[in-house]
């Protein structure tokens, strides 16, 4: 396991829960390295030099703008390697590694929370047959819902996981704010946030729309931005999104 | 109850299993008086005349914009009575009725989604001690969450709602239509939204951002940006939010 964040610590331990061995943790930091590694009775190591040639799969899960300098300083080219960034096209592999390929979970990690990997998306792409059988198998010891997917399909999952859930947590920070702000806590707003993402497995979110926008309620609109008249960005978010929940409602093309 | 709208339905049904009793089903449209007034064994009315003066309190459950003509036209004056709007104030009950007050559920109702009250926050004001009692004694009956909320709170309760609800709700939909417009099914979205909802109990939403905008990658931000040059609404979204995320984590006030 070439990393020590937050899929690197997720992935490890999902992959010992179904049976399979981390053999080394690699970090430039070794200090990270050591915990993680602590975890999985496995070798921290924070030199490329130090890494075994004969594990069955490298598995690169480092920051995704790391990853074409840690490829071009390893020699995998008879190796299995994969990387596990959303983002991250499958060119970024030499056509010279004979087994490269892409294992991404779609999904937010935090080392804070455990999580089951059961329901987690599991995409894979590989450079042939054989190892993209090989990575599907594996996955399918994870997780209940393994795809191919494609680097520009990988491109527009990755973006659409960036508005379903980095938008979408911070606009919970702004509501938690205006909460906060005004004497209420912050707590308020779970059983509120926890049923509209509920609502997702029964209704498409055009059908669940509420509020507002949709209704055109230009009065509700306008008490609203003046009530934030003393946040302009938030002024500035509250319009743009409304905007836009209106015209999709709207105008249907 | 006046109202048959979403919120009604939900109010109504939790009061009856609450053991109470609904007479009527008032609606301007006697078609949706009907199908409430069947589910709760109640008779429906349309007209403002035909409400019966004995009912031990007046539930006002229909649009934000139409409370105000609605309370003109019946004298409430020696009834109890309240609205249930979030963006409602106090003040739109005229002085002389001897208790007046809101009730307000801080959730997402759709007439499609069973929901439990159990955890709703139940905000609640009144015009005079006695009432307030009567009304949190009620809510108390419905929800373990029953607070008193003054009508310049509830405006900014009510905002937050539009950012942790509709607002989230519409990236949901930008998320799922980034899928299909690239083969891919809105459902994987799922267990991420999940998960980002989930997080909140544990980690606050500033604790748990995660993506490009919080480390301020700026590669993959201006990828993102290319990808989205098709949807210039997308594109500003995308934008604003990104730099309110990165502000927020970068310039702690």
Chains 1, 2 share one sequence.
Request: proline residues 4%; charged residues 20%; neutral net charge.
């Amino acid at each position: 396991m070439l990393g020590s964040g937050n899929v690197a610590t997720h992935l490890s331990l999902a992959l010992i829960n179904a049976g399979h061995k981390i053999i080394q943790i690699y970090s430039r930091n070794i200090e990270n390295a050591k915990v993680l590694a602590q975890k999985c009775d496995a070798i921290p190591i924070d030199d490329i030099p130090l890494l075994k040639n004969n594990s069955d799969l490298y598995i690169i899960a480092i920051s995704d703008n790391a990853i074409a300098d840690l490829v071009s300083k390893v020699d995998f080219n008879n190796k299995k390697v994969v990387h596990t960034a959303g983002s991250v096209s499958f060119n970024i592999f030499p056509k010279s590694i004979t087994n490269s390929g892409v294992f991404y979970p779609f999904q937010t990690f935090s080392k804070k929370r455990e999580l089951q990997f059961l329901d987690i998306p599991i995409c894979i792409e590989a450079n042939n047959a054989d190892f993209e059988k090989f990575l599907i198998n594996l996955a399918n010891q994870l997780s209940d819902k393994v795809l191919k997917i494609n680097s520009e399909q990988r491109k527009y999952l990755h973006l659409s996981g960036v508005f379903a859930c980095n938008f979408v947590n911070h606009l919970y920070h702004i509501a938690g704010n205006l909460l906060s702000e005004n004497n209420m806590d912050a707590e308020l707003l779970i059983p509120l946030i926890r049923e509209t993402s509920a609502k997702m497995k029964q209704l498409s979110p055009f059908e669940a729309q509420t509020g507002p926008a949709v209704r055109n309620d230009k009065e509700s609109i306008n008490k609203h931005l003046d009530l934030l008249s003393s946040s302009p960005e938030y002024q500035q978010i509250y319009k743009l999104i409304s905007d836009d929940v209106y015209n999709t409602h709207n105008f249907i093309t």
